[in-house]
Nanobody, 123 residues
Framework: QVQLVESGGGLVQAGDSLRLSCVAS????????MGWFRQAPGKEREFVAY???????YYVNSVKGRFTISRDNGKNTVYLVMNSLKPEDTAVYYC?????????????????WGQGTQVTVSS
């Protein structure tokens, strides 16, 4: 069992930056691929970024060049640094863990989810 707790969300202006953190419980964090998803009101949950167990990284096109995902296995933490934020980035952001590095953009592939953290970007 893995428990995930996100933090770092908030209300910012367009162009600002935020760093989201997701801390995982348990001793096997390094064995999980970690993803970030987001869900805006009235929309489906959307893949944002993924980092494999070995450190390979994938992003949705809309955040490439603005967002950076990273992980610190010693701290059981995955990060999402978000720069040049836009109003369309407004959503609840979730981190998620999966035991295998497959189909990382599909929410159904993930075994564990955090409770989410709200990011609101004003124009």
């Amino acid at each position: 069992q893995v428990q995930l707790v996100e933090s770092g969300g908030g209300l910012v202006q367009a162009g600002d930056s935020l760093r989201l953190s997701c801390v995982a419980s348990g001793r096997t964090f390094s064995s999980y691929g970690m993803g970030w998803f987001r869900q805006a009101p009235g929309k489906e949950r959307e893949f944002v970024a993924y980092i494999t167990r070995s450190g390979n990284i994938y992003y949705v096109n809309s955040v490439k060049g603005r967002f950076t995902i990273s992980r610190d296995n010693g701290k059981n933490t995955v990060y999402l640094v978000m720069n040049s934020l836009k109003p369309e980035d407004t959503a609840v952001y979730y981190c998620a863990a999966q035991g295998g590095d497959t189909s990382y953009a599909q929410a159904s592939r993930y075994n564990y989810w955090g409770q989410g953290t709200q990011v609101t970007v004003s124009s």
